[in-house]
């Protein structure tokens, strides 16, 4: 019998502050894996408003959906 394969599991961690002396001052700190079980670690990347921030969000969502999509059509099985 074959083992289930284990799903795929990603991490986005978000800092978030304002910079009072800067206009519409959001900003964020975005630290992200599409594969916590991947040996390249993670990356680090910065966004500033809520529009910037959350087009950083649904691209990171849309590009890991894709990965594991792509992982399951193909056959593979999506092990850490």
Request: no cysteine; hydrophobic share 45%; glycine share 10%.
């Amino acid at each position: 019998m074959r083992p289930a394969p284990m799903e795929k599991v990603g991490v986005l961690v978000m800092r978030v502050w304002v910079e009072q002396s800067l206009p519409g001052g959001l900003r964020a700190r975005l630290t992200h894996t599409l594969d916590v079980s991947a040996t390249d670690g993670t990356s680090v990347s910065a966004a500033a408003g809520i529009d910037g921030i959350s087009v950083f969000v649904r691209h990171w969502l849309e590009t890991f959906v894709d990965e594991a999509s792509t992982a399951t059509d193909s056959g593979a099985d999506l092990e850490g």
